[in-house]
């Protein structure tokens, strides 16, 4: 069944209820990779309250990337075996508390056609408030339905993407994927088989389970973290990077980061496969 346009411009919720414990901070920061290294204290702050002496615990901005996990606007129509993350887009209004009962609106904002041999974009927002009806997070997000497209929608109006410098990076750091980071980072929300079945991956046309998107989101998170964030989740305020391939668990990812004033632009590539897996990304900070 083609996706119904324009009919799923209309698709929202509003006031969903969800909440979060530190258990669910310390999994997601986990399953980015923090925390390999026991004697890092600058990482051990974000998976570890240290309960015999009490430290505050902090939280990876892009956090917010599952802190509603499940906020959809609606059921649409579409090939979920070759459905893939495009985007990732966070502004952060406020610091993520370590525990919150919130609510989420969540609507469709955009639906592109490339062609019916190329699939579709769809690009939702879910505004994340806290009690008091304050935004703590908007997210942005751009799903690429791989076989999806010729539906008859616009090819274009999209955002343009943030351009990266061209000179040589400021900074570059390489940071390894366990091979079983996946099965790890699937616990905070994201249960896709793509990413933990040999044979489901196979059949989505990949050689072997893939890492999540949003896994390799929360990297590019870690690198600006730990380059020109000062481990302080409260100076980002902006997130945002486009998926151009695949990481497979076991592989080595290396970003580079460009800074500009408040802005850290950032680009990151597996190395061994001359790939680049991640482009046109952007923090903006404090």
């Known amino acids: 069944m083609p996706?119904?346009?324009?009919?799923?411009?209309?698709?929202?919720?509003?006031?969903?209820?969800?909440?979060?414990?530190?258990?669910?901070?310390?999994?997601?920061?986990?399953?980015?990779?923090?925390?390999?290294?026991?004697?890092?204290?600058?990482?051990?702050?974000?998976?570890?309250?240290?309960?015999?002496t009490p430290k505050p615990l902090k939280v990876v901005p892009t956090f917010a990337s599952v802190c509603v996990w499940g906020a959809r606007p609606g059921a649409i129509a579409l090939n979920r075996l070759?459905?893939?993350?495009g985007e990732r887009d966070i502004?952060?209004?406020?610091?993520?508390?370590?525990?919150?009962?919130?609510?989420a609106d969540a609507r469709v904002c955009g639906v592109y056609d490339k062609g019916k041999e190329k699939g579709a974009i769809i690009q939702n927002e879910v505004v994340v408030?806290?009690?008091?009806?304050?935004?703590?997070?908007?997210?942005?997000?751009?799903?690429?339905?791989?076989?999806?497209?010729?539906?008859?929608?616009?090819?274009?109006?999209?955002?343009?993407?943030?351009?990266?410098?061209?000179?040589?990076?400021?900074?570059?750091?390489?940071?390894?994927?366990?091979?079983?980071?996946?099965?790890?980072?699937?616990?905070?929300?994201?249960?896709?088989?793509?990413?933990s079945d040999a044979g489901f991956a196979?059949?989505?046309?990949?050689?072997?389970?893939?890492?999540?998107?949003?896994?390799?989101?929360g990297l590019?998170?870690?690198?600006v973290l730990q380059t020109y964030g000062d481990y302080d989740p409260s100076a980002f305020q902006r997130h945002r990077v486009r998926f151009s391939a695949p990481v497979f668990p076991g592989e080595i990812v290396t970003i580079n980061l460009w800074k500009d004033g408040n802005s850290i632009s950032f680009e990151a590539h597996v190395r061994d496969r001359?790939?680049?897996?991640a482009k046109n990304g952007q923090t903006v900070l404090r």
């Open 220 to 223: 590019t998170c870690r690198a």
């Open 274 to 277: 001359q790939v680049a897996i």
């Open 82 to 85: 070759m459905v893939v993350d």
């Open 91 to 103: 502004i952060f209004h406020k610091p993520i508390p370590v525990a919150a009962s919130v609510t």
């Open 3 to 52: 996706i119904d346009y324009p009919a799923v411009l209309d698709l929202k919720t509003e006031a969903a209820p969800y909440s979060w414990s530190d258990r669910e901070v310390m999994l997601y920061a986990l399953g980015i990779g923090m925390g390999s290294d026991p004697l890092n204290e600058n990482e051990l702050q974000f998976v570890n309250e240290a309960f015999a």
């Open 202 to 217: 196979r059949r989505a046309g990949f050689p072997k389970p893939i890492l999540h998107g949003l896994c390799t989101y």
């Open 129 to 195: 408030r806290d009690r008091e009806g304050d935004k703590i997070v908007t997210i942005l997000s751009s799903t690429f339905a791989r076989g999806d497209g010729g539906f008859g929608g616009p090819s274009e109006g999209m955002p343009e993407p943030h351009q990266v410098p061209r000179r040589a990076p400021d900074r570059s750091l390489d940071i390894p994927i366990r091979p079983d980071q996946a099965l790890i980072y699937r616990l905070s929300g994201d249960r896709n088989p793509l990413h």
